[in-house]
């Protein structure tokens, strides 16, 4: 057995452990639609349910996810990899019991990981699967090389998306790039639509239908609509005083909608829900063409 096949059998052994996470990874096609917010307060609300709640800040460069929490992580994902940090070294504790993990510079480093590095990180992913029962990844806006290969090793993405024109069409943009992308597959893929900052329930659904209408005519994929969240000032104030607006305004429109969503996502049975795959799989799924070589 070569070392490249020796490899193969350990993150397959690694990337599945006895006991995974559901990885719910949120995107859009442009910057400024409120997707980080969704992910930051769609975790507290999952966490009010019970559920361990991990969001991944793969964002890379930038840091939306702990400035919207008002906390600086001391540590992020490179310090695991390259500087001897353990995994709750790099889990910082937030609000409600969930954690978060800033990604550093990402996806460029992990780009250069030797096969021992790769292997190394799968196995401390394990330890993360055993630790979460849901873990969100807030994903860059556009359709970057990083942001695509996120949603395209995703088996269950939330899209983001406004009723602005441009929203719309940037959304089928990462849409059609993914259908493009022949190294992968997304027939197991659950993409649900995520109306935001719409004047009413009615808007929201006819923003999906558009979308869906394209998508269904053009692309070979399948959109859900997961629901509408209402335009609400206090989100922004929610924003500016680096507060979840969840915790902050917990009778507007804006947390009824989001806790409507994680009431929905923890209601599937397994039947419904999609294959869980674990974040260390995702992981396994993002550097694949590292992990044949």
């Known amino acids: 057995m070569d070392q490249a096949e020796k490899l193969r059998k350990m993150v ?21 639609v409120g997707k980080s917010s969704i992910s930051v307060n769609l975790a507290i609300a999952l966490s009010r349910l019970g559920n361990r709640v991990v969001i991944l800040d793969a964002d890379f460069g930038l840091a939306n996810v702990e400035v919207m929490l008002g906390i600086r992580p001391q540590y992020n994902l490179a310090d695991l990899m390259f500087r001897g940090k353990g995994l709750s070294d790099i889990i910082t504790e937030g609000p409600e019991n969930i954690g978060f993990i ?8 992990l780009a250069n990981l030797t096969r021992d590095q790769i292997v190394f990180l799968i196995q401390k992913l394990v330890e993360l699967d055993e630790r979460a029962d849901i873990i969100i990844v ?6 970057s090389d990083s942001v695509l290969e996120f949603v395209a090793a995703s ?3 939330l899209l983001v998306a406004t009723p602005e024109p441009t929203s719309i069409t940037d959304a089928y ?14 027939a197991e893929t659950v993409i649900k639509v995520i109306a935001n900052r719409v004047d009413s329930h009615e808007d929201g659904k006819e923003l999906y239908d558009k979308l869906s209408l394209v998508v269904g005519k053009f692309l070979n994929l399948k959109l859900e609509f997961m629901g509408s969240v209402p335009q609400d000032t206090s989100v922004t104030k929610a924003v500016m005083k680096q507060k979840p607006a969840v915790m902050l305004y917990p009778n507007t429109s804006f947390a009824a909608s989001l806790t409507s969503f994680a009431h929905s996502l923890s209601e599937h049975t397994n039947e419904e829900a999609p294959s869980k795959m674990g974040i260390a799989q995702l992981f396994t ?4 063409s590292r992990i044949r070589k």
Do not use: C, F, Y
């Open 12 to 32: 397959r052994e690694q990337a599945q452990p006895r006991r995974v996470a559901r990885v719910i990874t949120v995107t859009s096609g442009k910057g400024g």
């Open 102 to 109: 800033s990604g550093g510079s990402g996806i460029q480093e």
């Open 285 to 288: 799924n993002l550097l694949r």
């Open 155 to 157: 088996s269950e993405v």
């Open 138 to 143: 807030d994903t860059g806006a556009g359709i």
């Open 173 to 186: 943009a990462l849409l059609k790039t993914l259908n493009r992308k022949t190294d992968v597959s997304l």
